[in-house]
């Protein structure tokens, strides 16, 4: 099935709760209307088709004032917050930087990656739903060890805004749900059972996820520079040490710095070290060095 315009879940109008298409009766009986522009729903609970409901009447539908080209998405974002409500495990998805390390083996600068977060379950706590944070309206505000948590579900037309990205409180967790991955998932689904199929995403699936911000990222990203940069410097330091190669077959010049003189003193000007040896390199900070007179 093509969900489009579909719903996987539409609102009891007694209750105003959401409900899932396959625990509702068929047809015009459910007793739902659309989360997003208020239109009578019909459950189609048919045998070819995957279950969904639709817009009871085109022509009500057409001329109802508010939008309704993206129910599919207002109904998934708003049982979200439902569910949430209820109490929320959430997976969260790795999150890592890119950085550098020296491999002494090999002589050689490898790619390495530092953990800002794993993928982990989560339990969150002190929930709300439909709140502002930052000036957003988010869909679920909660709180995770004594953290403020953030969940944003995204669709066309509703991007993650850029005041997410740089939150006015700085010790926060921000996670996107792209709600277009769950039209593939929900067509896996069978007898309208979106609910389960739902909260499987939101307690074991990644895909979809994605770190908007998180309060651990600047240091990280900080510390796997120092570690890139340090890399460098121990792979320049090892070739210095390693010294020239040895079917060079000359000599080396008197008045050389690089590979230094015999049993010379060296003061290094960059952290003051200083050694003896015939090797001109700082051992301590990698710089060169003039052997004192």
């Known amino acids: 099935m093509r969900l489009g315009n579909l719903l996987p879940f539409g609102q009891d109008i007694e209750s105003g709760e959401f409900v899932d298409v396959g625990n509702v009766p068929n047809g015009d009986k459910c007793g739902c209307i659309c989360p997003s522009c208020k239109t009578l729903l019909t459950a189609r609970q048919g045998e070819k088709n995957e279950w969904h409901f639709s817009h009871k009447v085109r022509k009500s539908h057409n001329s109802t004032k508010v939008p309704c080209d993206f129910s599919f998405y207002v109904s998934v974002r708003m049982m979200i917050r439902q569910i949430s409500q209820a109490g929320l495990d959430l997976k969260v998805p790795l999150l890592t930087v890119p950085s550098k390390i020296y491999d ?70 921000v996670i996107e749900f792209e709600a277009k991955i769950l039209r593939e998932a929900f067509q896996k689904t069978k007898n309208g059972q979106y609910l389960e199929a739902l909260k499987h995403f939101l307690m074991n699936g990644i895909e979809g996820k994605r770190w908007i911000y998180h309060h651990r990222f600047k240091e990280v990203e900080k510390k796997a520079f120092t570690q890139s940069v340090n890399a460098k410097a121990q792979k320049k330091l090892a070739l210095r ?53």
């Open 104 to 173: 002494e083996n090999t002589k050689s600068i490898l790619p390495d990656i530092i953990h800002v977060v794993r993928s982990q379950d989560i339990h969150l706590q002190d929930i709300k739903v439909g709140e502002k944070f930052s000036g957003v309206v988010v869909d679920v505000l909660a709180s995770v060890g004594g953290y403020p948590f953030v969940i944003f579900v995204s669709y066309k037309d509703r991007p993650v805004s850029e005041k997410l990205s740089n939150p006015e409180e700085s010790k926060v967790g």
């Open 241 to 293: 040490k390693a010294g020239p190669p040895k079917n060079w077959g000359t000599s080396r010049s008197p008045t050389s710095t690089k590979y230094g003189f015999k049993n010379s003193i060296y003061l290094c000007n960059n952290c003051s070290c200083k050694w003896k040896s015939n090797v001109a390199v700082c051992p301590q900070c990698g710089a060169e060095a003039r052997p004192l007179k």
